[in-house]
């Protein structure tokens, strides 16, 4: 069982330069969401999608973009890097949350690093 | 807004002791959900335990248990004959039953050691 695959699992990005992080998923969850991790602050939601074509932003969104095309896949895109997005990010995603209370399964995170 | 917060940065336990880990949250909603995640060195965040508002029954996982305070909005971990594999950091997190999509709040994290 793959789970939930993030990657890359590291990146080194300069200043104002792009780039996209992948998150796929293969137990066909509705819903999907982006973390970011900062020292002391815990998870803060980046985006988050209920379903295929439907996206949302959550608490942290500004330079960050997503889409969701298909139910396995929610990419997250960084447009001009700022060395403030420094973090490990998380993708995660789970059944509706009316099946049982069904809990966040999580990737193994990307680190990155802006200079 | 809901907040969550983790008052201890970092917990020492020795190797088959216990320790408990505080966590309060600010919410105004009666229906929602409370979950501890932990964190190894790994990075991998794995679900440990998780509580539903509506029920006044606390949760238990093995060596792992809540204390669910729903009117003091308090929901502390106690891990039981700890482990070195316990190490890491665990975090509480809060849903509500109502939002859209399947959102948590986290609260900053405690660090847990484990003396062997």
């Known amino acids: 069982n793959a789970g939930v695959t993030q990657t890359p699992k590291f990146q080194v990005l300069k200043t104002g330069q792009s780039m996209t992080l992948q998150c796929a998923q293969d137990?066909?969850?509705?819903?999907m969401s982006w973390y970011r991790q900062d020292p002391g602050m815990g998870l803060r939601l980046i985006h988050y999608?209920?379903?295929?074509?439907?996206?949302d932003q959550g608490e942290v969104p500004n330079g960050y973009n997503v889409s969701r095309s298909t139910t396995e896949d929610f990419p997250l895109r960084l447009l001009s890097a700022a060395p403030s997005q420094t973090s490990v990010y998380f993708c995660?995603?789970?059944?509706?949350?009316?099946?049982?209370?069904?809990?966040?399964?999580f990737g193994n995170g990307t680190r990155l690093t802006v200079t | 807004a809901q907040t969550v917060t983790q008052s201890q940065p970092e917990m020492s336990v020795q190797e088959a002791e216990t320790v408990t880990l505080s966590c309060t949250y600010d919410t105004s909603e009666s229906d929602y959900y409370l979950f501890w995640y932990k964190q190894p060195p790994s990075r991998q965040m794995i679900l440990v335990i998780r509580q539903e508002a509506y029920k006044q029954q606390n949760a238990t996982e093995n060596r792992f248990s809540v204390n669910f305070q729903k009117a003091a909005k308090s929901f502390s971990l106690k891990i039981s004959d700890s482990q070195l594999g316990d190490a890491a950091m665990y975090f509480c997190?809060?849903?509500?039953?109502?939002?859209?999509?399947?959102?948590?709040?986290f609260g900053g994290g405690t660090r847990v050691l484990v003396k062997p």
């Open positions: 997190a809060y849903r509500s039953a109502k939002a859209a999509g399947n959102k948590l709040t």
């Open positions: 995660a995603s789970s059944y509706s949350p009316g099946v049982y209370n069904s809990p966040l399964h």
């Open positions: 999608s209920v379903g295929a074509g439907i996206t």
């Open positions: 137990m066909n969850h509705e819903y």
